[in-house]
């Protein structure tokens, strides 16, 4: 490698591990691959990533205030707050927040106008409490420089009774699907996605950052903690994906879930596959 793909690949590293650059790193590779962002997303998932994000959508429960407003967290070019837009029987507004701009431009035009791009870091979201009926975030939440106060600000600004759906990559527990997946996920999509955005190392970060982010129950362990009571978790294709799920519920005690616990070990939190 030249000495710069060479100093691209260690900040890479750096930051999908969570060093102190994160934050800035973030910002940045996402700034610069706005414009292929969609294409992309589309091409390295081959398209499951719409239904995804349906699935994740309809965990929200938006029937229970479909005119309010609603969070969409790490929005980048507004994928998701889009499809909810489209949700049948939603007529509320969604605030689509992300701190890169480009990510939010990309996406303008968007939502049937029913979307609101905010310019907003995950962990200081100009929102009061209590001012949003949910909150969705997909693909993003590994992004952000410090999880626990992300979903602590996030649990601030649900109103008693919102959820707070995660939709995030995952590592399959299956050796064989495990094998397939990695030899994709570091090899191909990396080559693909630098050759189509022209960042020789965004795409590099991506399979980074997920081997580097809590797996299923140790982010659901993380949602208890934070407050989010009735916490639970499913699998998505194998392994590759997976949801979470949180409700604000005032008087709970810190991590107490309040929830059957099926498949891990942590106090209040369910998982299927």
Request: glycine fraction near 12%; hydrophobic fraction near 45%.
């Amino acid at each position: 490698m030249t000495p710069n793909v060479e100093l691209e690949a260690r900040e890479a590293d750096a930051a999908a591990r969570g060093d102190a650059g994160k934050r800035a790193y973030v910002r940045r590779i996402f700034s610069e691959i706005a414009p292929r962002y969609d294409l992309l997303n589309h091409l390295l998932s081959f398209n499951v990533d719409v239904r995804w994000r349906a699935r994740a959508i309809a965990e929200l429960g938006i029937a229970r205030a479909p005119e309010g407003a609603w969070l969409d967290l790490c929005a980048g070019t507004l994928d998701v707050g889009a499809q909810l837009a489209a949700t049948p029987g939603f007529r509320g507004r969604i605030i689509g927040a992300d701190f890169a701009e480009p990510m939010l431009r990309a996406g303008l035009g968007k939502g049937g106008g029913r979307i609101a791009p905010v310019v907003a870091d995950a962990l200081e979201l100009p929102l009061p409490d209590r001012s949003v009926e949910g909150a969705i975030v997909a693909f993003g939440i590994r992004n952000v420089a410090d999880l626990d106060a992300g979903l602590a600000e996030v649990h601030r600004v649900l109103v008693p009774g919102g959820r707070f759906v995660i939709l995030e990559f995952s590592t399959p527990r299956s050796a064989l699907v495990r094998a397939g997946y990695h030899a994709y996920f570091h090899n191909l999509l990396p080559f693909i996605g630098g050759l189509v955005s022209g960042h020789r190392t965004a795409y590099a970060y991506l399979p980074r950052s997920v081997q580097h982010f809590p797996v299923e129950e140790a982010l659901a362990e993380r949602l208890a903690r934070a407050g989010f009571a009735r916490v639970r978790w499913q699998s998505l294709t194998l392994g590759v994906a997976a949801i979470h799920v949180g409700e604000r519920v005032d008087g709970a005690p810190l991590g107490d879930g309040r929830a059957e616990r099926e498949r891990s070990r942590v106090p209040g939190v369910q998982g299927t596959t």
